[in-house]
């Protein structure tokens, strides 16, 4: 029973060293906005890029969906996207059809879009299909006609000055850029709400504090967008793994770029709500982490001993939780055994343990609602649901603690998540 305890000390004690440092990004996120509405942020503001003689609101801008069996959602992103108050003939939809067997390619080029299909059963994933879609659009009318490449996923929707608004902060001279991600179905249920509220807090307590310290944010999945010239260093899209989007992102960090974040430029995507289709999802982005680490975890550490804050962030952010959550198990599970087998009483254990679990509870418990408080006019959600999710949010992460298990020991391949809610911007707005 004290080895539990010990232990349980010990794992406690690495988790806050290994992350400690974001509970500071809380407050900078926070206050930053009070201090920037004072005007007193300039005594704390980091200079992040040399400024760049570019101009916003005349970037061109290549949109790449890549889209696999989307009828369902690829219709009203396109939709959505004309009516985007960046220059119309600035801008450019290319869609990659991927495997598909349904009609998305024909609904893509009945608005539109320029629409190549491929199919292969081997290279599977968004990351060969980026590379695909870069590669015609090379051959069909130059990548050099475009000053940068905004990627998206078919089941988005955006905000009217999305565009527009995330070309300011590339024109301010970053390379690439993120954006707020927001949800089209966070009140479908507890899990959709706990998809939601991970990536809200991910934008609002941890991008957002990277940009104000001028650190490197990261790229999340979708809505992101990079330079003519990015892509040219990188030797063309060549991001394979299972989490493509986070190896472009460990990639450009440890060649020195930074990853701007643009609070204004509002995305909404549409999250699973099914707790087999959330596994498979989440199990490939825990599979996805270690493949990168694996690939790319020399360079990270040899960046953290260079003092590259930005590698030390992004190496916690895809490796310690997994190894500290795969082991903290197994020895509990052990010490658990050897102590009953020793005459420890069953109901001490099990107090213990229920103690240990409730503490973790009211840890992210405290982080969904401090996100929730934070981004409650963004949520578009009814009261009732805004609060009664933060309940079971610690839950949906606590899942995680078998998925990240799982990943380790299991091969993972790349499945395609069904979308199925067609909505526009308005009827989003009028669930809130």
Same mark, same amino acid.
């Given at each position: 029973m004290l080895g539990s305890q010990i232990l349980n000390a010990v794992m406690t004690a690495l988790f806050l060293v290994c992350y400690a440092y974001q509970l500071f990004y809380i407050p900078v996120s926070l206050f930053g906005r009070i201090l920037d509405r004072r005007k007193k942020w300039d005594i704390l503001k980091k200079e992040t890029v040399a400024s760049a003689e570019r101009d916003g609101s005349r970037t061109k801008v290549a949109i790449l969906i890549c889209a696999r069996n989307e009828q369902n959602v690829i219709g009203e992103l396109i939709s959505n996207i004309k009516l985007q108050d960046h220059p119309s003939e600035l801008t450019r939809i290319f869609v990659a059809a991927d495997n598909c067997t349904d009609k998305t390619a024909d609904i893509a080029r009945s608005q539109g879009a320029y629409v190549w299909e491929r199919f292969s059963s081997e290279q599977v994933g968004k990351g060969y299909a980026l590379q695909f879609l870069l590669e015609k659009i090379d051959l069909s009318i130059g990548l050099d006609s475009f000053d940068s490449f905004l990627v998206l996923d078919a089941d988005n929707l955006l905000e009217e000055n999305f565009i527009s608004e995330i070309c300011k902060t590339y024109a301010s001279g970053y390379d690439i850029v993120t954006s707020y991600r927001n949800s089209k179905n966070y009140g479908d249920n507890w899990i959709s709400a706990g998809y939601s509220l991970w990536f809200l807090r991910e934008s609002r307590f941890l991008n957002e504090a990277r940009?104000?310290?001028?650190?490197?944010?990261?790229?999340?999945?979708?809505?992101?967008?990079?330079?003519?010239?990015?892509?040219?260093?990188?030797?063309?899209?060549?991001?394979?793994?299972l989490t493509e989007d986070i190896e472009f992102s460990v990639k450009n960090i440890i060649? %020195? $770029?930074?990853?701007?974040? =643009?609070r204004s430029a509002v995305l909404y995507d549409e999250q699973p709500v099914t707790l087999k289709q959330s596994w498979h999802q989440r199990l490939r982005w825990a599979k996805g982490y270690l493949q990168v680490f694996g690939k790319h975890g020399r360079e990270l550490v040899s960046g953290? %001993? $260079?003092?590259?804050?930005? =590698?030390?962030?992004?190496?916690?952010?895809i490796m310690p939780a997994i190894l500290l959550t795969l082991v903290g198990t197994i020895v509990n599970y052990v010490t658990s055994i050897a102590a009953l087998f020793a005459g420890e009483a069953a109901e001490i254990l099990i107090t213990a343990a229920l103690a240990n679990m409730l503490r973790i509870y009211g840890g992210l418990w405290l982080i969904g609602a401090l996100t929730t408080i934070s981004e409650w006019r963004s949520i578009h959600a009814s009261t009732f649901k805004k609060i009664l999710y933060t309940f079971t949010f610690p839950l949906f992460m606590l899942t995680y603690i078998p998925i990240s298990i799982t990943a380790i020991f299991r091969r993972v391949e790349w499945k395609p998540i069904t979308h199925k809610k067609s909505v526009s911007l308005a009827q989003i707005r009028r669930n809130a």
């Open positions: 940009m104000r310290l001028g650190t490197s944010c990261a790229v999340s999945g979708t809505g992101f967008m990079f330079s003519r010239e990015v892509l040219s260093a990188c030797g063309g899209w060549r991001f394979h793994l060649e %020195g $770029r930074k990853i701007g974040y =643009c953290i %001993g $260079r003092s590259d804050f930005a =590698c030390f962030d992004m190496t916690m952010a």
